[in-house]
């Protein structure tokens, strides 16, 4: 080969490489993902989950449309406000995480609940016999603190370990785990299991007025519901 001819070639090969970089088209990952915001004028499932959601609890008296319009905007900051969050109608990840909805990149919602009708049925128990005196958010943060123990590895995997843990709950010592809970129990259980976590990822919850242990006043505060503190 020519010196002529290899010169032409390398060009060539040069030539086509530079082409080919020009013209690749760069794709993000199929994986990553998108942070999900539901505000006014956003539709669909999910939209329409959280409105049914807010119905149910006396948020919101609107139709459950999937529509986020004005009234469901009032309804949301009426929550927020009622939770502890910002008050600015727009549904983040820490809103997100109070209704217990947890939604895909795909726009889909899922449940947090993979538990038996008998873990159900325990967890109300548990409710009942601890917090019947509570409001309806402090029973579903009791119900949480049990889930959240549940996910921690300080602590026994299943429903029933958690909740007969030795000297966990007073219920279980008094025998009140025993009383039949009501429907607002199943009820605070049930939103409980699908994710609402009122308590903010507590592992522990007490009465300051009749705690005599100088451990649990050391944890560290994340909301005070009622006559309960919630800690980790």
């Not at 032409?8 to 013209?23: G, H, K, P, W």
């Not at 038996?116 to 509570?134: F, M, Q, T």
């Not at 007969?164 to 025993?178: E, H, K, L």
């Not at 100088?214 to 309960?228: A, D, L, Q």
């Given at each position: 080969?020519?010196?002529?001819?290899?010169?032409?070639?390398?060009?060539?090969?040069v030539f086509s490489f530079l082409v080919l970089a020009r013209t690749v088209v760069v794709t993000?990952?199929?994986?990553?993902?998108?942070?999900?915001?539901?505000?006014?004028?956003?539709?669909?499932?999910?939209?329409?989950?959280?409105?049914?959601?807010?119905?149910?609890?006396?948020?919101?008296?609107?139709?459950?449309?999937?529509?986020?319009?004005?009234?469901?905007?009032?309804?949301?900051?009426?929550?927020?406000?009622?939770?502890?969050?910002?008050?600015?109608?727009?549904?983040?990840?820490?809103?997100?995480?109070?209704?217990?909805?947890?939604?895909?990149?795909?726009?889909?919602?899922?449940?947090?609940?993979?538990?038996?009708?008998?873990?159900?049925?325990?967890?109300?128990?548990l409710i009942y016999a601890e917090a019947r005196g509570e409001s309806y958010t402090g029973q579903?943060?009791?119900?949480?603190?049990?889930?959240?123990?549940?996910?921690?590895?300080?602590?026994?995997?299943?429903?029933?370990?958690?909740?007969?843990?030795?000297y966990a709950f007073t219920c279980v010592n008094d025998g009140q785990i025993n009383l039949t809970?009501?429907?607002?129990?199943?009820?605070?259980?049930?939103?409980?299991?699908?994710?609402?976590?009122?308590?903010?990822?507590?592992?522990?919850?007490?009465?300051?007025?009749?705690?005599?242990?100088?451990?649990?006043?050391?944890?560290?505060?994340?909301?005070?519901?009622?006559?309960?503190?919630?800690?980790?």
């Amino acid at each position: 080969m020519t010196k002529t001819k290899r010169f032409l070639a390398i060009f060539f090969i040069v030539f086509s490489f530079l082409v080919l970089a020009r013209t690749v088209v760069v794709t993000p990952p199929t994986n990553y993902a998108y942070a999900v915001v539901l505000k006014q004028g956003s539709k669909g499932a999910d939209v329409k989950k959280m409105q049914q959601k807010l119905k149910n609890w006396g948020y919101y008296k609107g139709s459950v449309d999937g529509i986020f319009g004005s009234k469901t905007k009032e309804a949301v900051k009426y929550f927020q406000r009622r939770n502890g969050l910002v008050s600015d109608g727009i549904v983040g990840k820490k809103t997100l995480s109070a209704l217990g909805m947890k939604v895909s990149s795909s726009g889909g919602s899922s449940s947090t609940s993979s538990l038996s009708s008998a873990d159900l049925n325990l967890l109300a128990k548990l409710i009942y016999a601890e917090a019947r005196g509570e409001s309806y958010t402090g029973q579903v943060a009791v119900g949480a603190v049990v889930l959240n123990r549940i996910a921690s590895s300080s602590f026994p995997n299943t429903m029933s370990g958690v909740i007969y843990q030795p000297y966990a709950f007073t219920c279980v010592n008094d025998g009140q785990i025993n009383l039949t809970p009501n429907e607002t129990a199943k009820k605070a259980a049930r939103d409980a299991l699908n994710g609402w976590d009122p308590s903010y990822g507590a592992l522990y919850y007490y009465n300051p007025d009749v705690a005599t242990s100088s451990w649990i006043f050391s944890r560290k505060t994340t909301v005070v519901i009622g006559r309960h503190v919630f800690a980790i």
